[in-house]
């Protein structure tokens, strides 16, 4: 608005966007502040109003009579559902007492076994997450209206078709099967055939998906920003009443910003950068189940009581949709394997080395999107991979031959489907690190 | 008045407002015992009032009729937006008709239903001030209602001018105007409709609202000017 140096022209357009429901809060601040000080203004945007009023009548295409009576026909109706209304409350309120009085007699008896609707469950954890309210265990159901917090590290939830990443510091509250609500910091959406209108509300904007996998970060200073990856989303900028003002399709590599106070719509420039930490933490994780986290760093050695576990089994996402340019030939735990070339493929190392004796079971399952190909669990078979699926910033015992797994003390297994492996790590002092690499195609 | 055993057992002082062609099914427009317009569904065999047998609500509903545009815009000044306006001025028609027996016949209408009007936008914008947040302070609100009650012959001759001013627009830019004002689609459906982008639907809209306002002024100060 600032762009406006004539205040009459300011008024004028400040009235508009508060006739159709687009006003900020801070223009309806400065819209106010040129009523109150300058009677030109004041007498413009009464002017203005009388258009809009004119112009509503001219739109009516009906006489002043025939809108009286609409407007009383309307009222009328309004004054029937509200006397339904009215009514309904009478016998809800009327029931309610009873059932008040058998409720706490039920409460005694049966106990209060009420809970909202599931909405979905905790699907994955970093190592490093911590919340700021209650806490959360992997595979607990999340109902409606429950509100996630995390300080830090990424949460991610398995909602109907949806999965989706909260990256802490966040906070997102379930509404309904397809909604949620993030009042802080960023969480990714990916969406599944099925979960198509997916929405995340934030205090800015409304991201509706079409069908696709995007990031909204929200900041109260900086207002939403909403990036695709892939796919389609209408994303809409709200009015103060919380009601989509404007609205943007964005397609694959798009973002933009949304920001209330400023009647903000931008596109901006796509950073693919913002999704590398949900591909470095999770990549094709569908969900994890017992003491498993992924990394929430890339660790510099995977070598002997370099990176111990002493609480957990880190999944660690290695190379990420490489493609084989020649057939790969592998010893896994089911016998040898082969991939034929040109299939894209994505490694994951299991990595456990509790150094002592470890204080919790350290057994667990892991589930991908992607089939499994191939589980790897001798050191031979190890070392000959890492230089082809391991990271570069990362050193690896190439030359251990004891950080595979003993066939008498530790059980790897995948599933009839191929999406799980359950792996159980024993331990053989004085040897306590155990790998297992996990190739999987991609879907 | 009669009295009629309603649909829901209860008794409704009847007070016919409104009658549907002859013949049909009369759908009528009553007063129930408190004093609230209720819409009553009753075969016409039981009317025997027809709306011309009934002067004080003929006489309610012009009244109505001729204060209806500025019942609106005052109200609109003070809530700002349309559909909030629209819920507003039908809880003002219906409160004017609850008080229409306190109203004395020799009195201003126009000037009594817009200062009902003004307290009632007025209480609404307190509540949803109260409610959001958003809102203007009480002493904007006043300056508003004292301008726009000053100027309201003023706003009479600016309608007649927007009128001249709208058949100068050509067709499309006159059809496009009223289908935005139309209180039937809100602007976002008609950017749907149209497959459009909303920002295009508001430029424009904008740049037509600037024209007709420009148009109007011309004109007042064409009228100035001749005097």
């Known amino acids: 608005m600032s762009l406006n140096t004539d205040p009459l022209v300011e008024v004028r357009v400040l009235a508009g966007s508060l006739f159709d429901g687009t006003l900020s809060l801070k223009e309806m601040e400065r819209l106010e502040v040129l009523i109150v000080n300058d009677p030109a203004c004041l007498q413009t945007y009464v002017e203005m109003v009388n258009l809009h009023s004119d112009l509503v009548g001219e739109a009516e295409r009906q006489s002043d009579e025939q809108t009286v009576l609409r407007t009383l026909r309307e009222f009328t109706r309004t004054c029937e559902r509200r006397q339904t209304r009215k009514d309904r409350r009478n016998i809800a309120l009327t029931v309610a007492g009873a059932a008040s009085l058998c409720g706490v007699l039920g409460w005694f008896l049966i106990g209060a076994n009420f809970k909202p609707a599931s909405m979905g469950n905790v699907a994955h954890l970093t190592s490093n997450v911590s919340l700021k309210s209650n806490d959360l265990q992997l595979g607990q159901i999340l109902r409606q209206g429950s509100t996630i917090s995390v300080a830090e590290g ?35 959406a990916h969406v599944f055939p099925g979960g198509e209108g997916f929405t995340v509300r934030t205090p800015d904007a409304e991201v509706v998906d079409q069908g696709t996998e995007f990031l909204v ?100 996402p290695e190379r990420q949709n490489i493609t084989l340019d020649k057939e790969l030939s592998v010893a896994t735990v089911t016998g040898t394997v082969v991939i034929p070339a040109g299939q894209v493929v994505s490694s994951y190392l299991l990595h456990y080395d509790p150094t002592s004796k470890a204080t919790f079971v350290p057994r667990g399952s892991v589930t991908f999107f992607g089939k499994v190909a191939a589980a790897i669990v001798s050191s031979k078979a190890l070392n000959e991979t890492d230089g082809m699926f391991g990271l ?6 190439t030359h251990d031959g004891f950080r595979g797994l003993e066939s008498d003390v530790d059980q790897v297994q995948i599933s009839g489907d191929q999406r799980t492996v359950s792996v159980f790590f024993g331990v053989a002092p004085p040897q306590y690190l155990d790998q297992v690499r996990v190739l999987v195609l991609a879907e | 008045m009669r009295f009629v055993r309603a649909h829901r057992s209860s008794f409704f002082r009847l007070q016919v407002v409104e009658q549907t062609a002859p013949g049909n099914e009369f759908d009528g427009l009553a007063v129930c015992e408190s004093h609230r317009l209720m819409h009553v569904p009753l075969h016409k065999e039981k ?22 545009r500025g019942i609106y815009a005052s ?16 809880e003002v028609c219906a ?42 302070s009480e002493d904007a609100l006043m300056k508003i209602a004292f301008a726009q009650s000053a100027g309201s012959e003023l706003f009479e001759l600016r309608r007649e001018l927007l009128h001249d001013c709208l058949n100068r627009l050509s067709l499309k830019d006159r ?53």
């Open chain 2, 175 to 227: 059809r496009f105007i009223m289908d935005c004002y139309d209180s039937e689609t809100t602007l976002v459906e008609h950017a749907r409709s149209r497959s459009i982008p909303i920002a295009s639907l508001y430029t424009r809209l904008k740049r037509l609202r600037e024209r007709l306002m420009g148009c109007i002024s011309r004109h007042m100060q064409r009228e100035d000017d001749a005097f």
């Open chain 2, 47 to 68: 009317l025997r009032q027809p709306l011309e047998d009934s002067p004080r609500e003929t006489d309610f509903l012009q009244k109505l009729a001729g204060a209806y």
């Open chain 1, 392 to 397: 570069a910033e990362t050193t690896y015992d």
């Open chain 1, 217 to 316: 970060d929200y900041d109260p200073k900086r207002g939403t920003e909403v990036a695709v990856r892939q796919g389609r989303a209408q994303a809409s900028l709200l009015n103060a009443q919380g009601t989509p003002a404007m609205t943007l399709e964005l397609t694959t590599n798009r973002s933009a910003r949304f920001n209330l106070p400023q009647a903000l719509m931008e596109e901006t420039i796509f950073e693919p950068t913002q999704f590398e930490r949900i591909d470095q933490t999770r990549g094709q994780i569908r969900s994890v189940i017992g003491p498993l986290r992924t990394a929430s760093e890339i660790p510099q050695s995977l070598q002997s009581q370099q990176t111990t576990t002493p609480s957990q089994i880190l999944i660690i």
């Open chain 1, 154 to 188: 990424i949460v991610s939830v398995e909602l109907s078709n949806v999965m989706i990443d909260l990256i802490g510091p966040a906070e997102v509250t379930l509404i309904g099967r397809k909604q949620v609500q993030l009042s802080q910091g960023a969480l990714s």
């Open chain 2, 75 to 90: 109200v609109l000044s003070i809530v700002g937006n349309r559909a909030d306006a629209e819920d507003v001025v039908q």
């Open chain 2, 95 to 136: 409160i004017l008709w609850q008080k229409f027996d306190e109203f004395e016949p020799d009195k201003n209408f126009n000037k009594w239903s817009y200062g009902v009007a003004f307290l009632e936008a007025k209480a609404f914008v307190r509540h949803r001030r109260r409610r959001t947040g958003f809102g203007m």
